[in-house]
T-cell receptor, first 115, second 110 residues
Framework: NAGVTQTPKFQVLKTGQSMTLQCAQD?????MSWYRQDPGMGLRLIHY???????DQGEVPNGYNVSRSTTEDFPLRLLSAAPSQTSVYFC??????????????FGSGTRLTVV | TQLLEQSPQFLSIQEGENLTVYCNSS?????LQWYRQEPGEGPVLLVT?????EVKKLKRLTFQFGDARKDSSLHITAAQPGDTGLYLC??????????FGQGTRLTINP
């Protein structure tokens, strides 16, 4: 099935560890983004990309790094995990930043716990 | 400051009742989208409205975009337990990235 694939689905990290959350899409979408979702906070944008080689910060970028070497892949790296990064992370893709008629396609999420 | 305010944030009603969820802003949007998110999954697009005053129907769900394109509503008729989930509105301003509301968590009790 075409869509956005996120791995892993669940992850437990110790404080200070680093890890990469993977995101891949097969719809040839130019725009990709990462969100975190916390209770009562809605979706908060971490980083986004408008095409291969182009990335920019969202509203909560600290502690996270991204790169976009291909159209398909947009990994999110946690540099040194902190308990405040415990959250559910979603990757989304679309033809345009505004979503257009088709909106954003979201992955099924990665539930991350930092202890 | 939340650009898109959704109300109510939580709603729990009995099966068969009607309900309305609101998405309000002081800003004008070129389009507005509604998503539904079920537990353990990502949000899924329900509808996009682009014209002021536009009304779209999806079975028992009716979506309306305000005339001034600053607000939107979602009305569900005869709610069913399968309607349970988190409903998110999201607005686009020109070519800029989407802005999401904080969501309305809806529970339909059998």
């Amino acid at each position: 099935n075409a869509g956005v694939t996120q791995t892993p689905k669940f992850q437990v990290l110790k404080t200070g560890q680093s890890m990469t959350l993977q995101c891949a899409q097969d719809m040839n979408h130019e725009y990709m983004s990462w969100y975190r979702q916390d209770p009562g906070m809605g979706l908060r944008l971490i980083h986004y990309s408008v095409g291969a080689g182009i990335t920019d910060q969202g509203e909560v970028p600290n502690g996270y790094n991204v790169s976009r070497s291909t159209t398909e892949d947009f990994p999110l790296r946690l540099l040194s995990a902190a308990p405040s990064q415990t959250s559910v992370y979603f990757c989304a893709s679309s033809y345009t930043a505004a979503g257009g008629r088709g909106g954003y396609t979201f992955g099924s999420g990665t539930r991350l716990t930092v202890v | 400051t939340q650009l898109l305010e959704q109300s109510p944030q939580f709603l729990s009603i009995q099966e068969g009742e009607n309900l309305t969820v609101y998405c309000n802003s002081s800003s004008v949007f070129s389009s507005l989208q509604w998503y539904r998110q079920e537990p353990g999954e990502g949000p899924v697009l329900l509808v996009t409205v682009v014209t002021g005053g536009e009304v779209k129907k999806l079975k028992r769900l009716t979506f309306q975009f305000g005339d001034a394109r600053k607000d939107s509503s979602l009305h569900i008729t005869a709610a069913q337990p399968g309607d349970t989930g988190l409903y998110l509105c999201a607005g686009a301003r020109g070519a800029q990235k989407l802005v999401f509301g904080q969501g309305t968590r809806l529970t339909i009790n059998p």
